[in-house]
């Protein structure tokens, strides 16, 4: 497969933007307005910096995992929508072809969990 970033590596720069996120928070002592997340900031410091559709996929599953059912529901479906355009265009197993063993377990095990596949 050609260069690509891993789930792990997605996983690892998201929480680095989420937890920079929260440390800004509390060192300005700022309240959280409706509608802010460390998620939701994370997600949009991530979300064009994808060009496969497996790290995409990626990406969106780690937002959905890392919300654990605390965003609204608009939110919720804004990244299962962009799961299942994503899996409209390309067969799951065609965008898990050539990753390791471990890694598709991993996805397809938080695919499931989010009700998907």
């Known amino acids: 497969m050609e260069d ?5 590596e997605i996983r690892a720069w998201f929480l680095g933007r989420y937890y920079s996120y929260c440390k800004v928070k509390l060192s300005h002592q700022s309240s959280w307005a ?3 997340s460390e998620v939701g900031y994370a997600y949009g410091e991530l979300e064009n910096s994808f ?5 995409r996929l990626m990406l969106e599953v780690t937002a959905l995992i890392l919300s654990a059912g605390r965003s609204p529901e608009k939110v919720k479906e804004y990244h299962l929508h962009a799961i299942s355009k994503l899996l409209d265009d390309i067969e799951l197993s065609y965008i898990l072809e050539g990753l390791p063993s471990d890694e598709v377990a991993e996805l397809k095990d ?3 969990l989010l009700g998907i596949g």
């Open 4 to 8: 690509r970033v891993t789930y792990g």
């Open 110 to 112: 938080d695919l499931k």
């Open 51 to 55: 060009e496969l559709p497996v790290e």
């Open 34 to 36: 409706e509608g802010e």
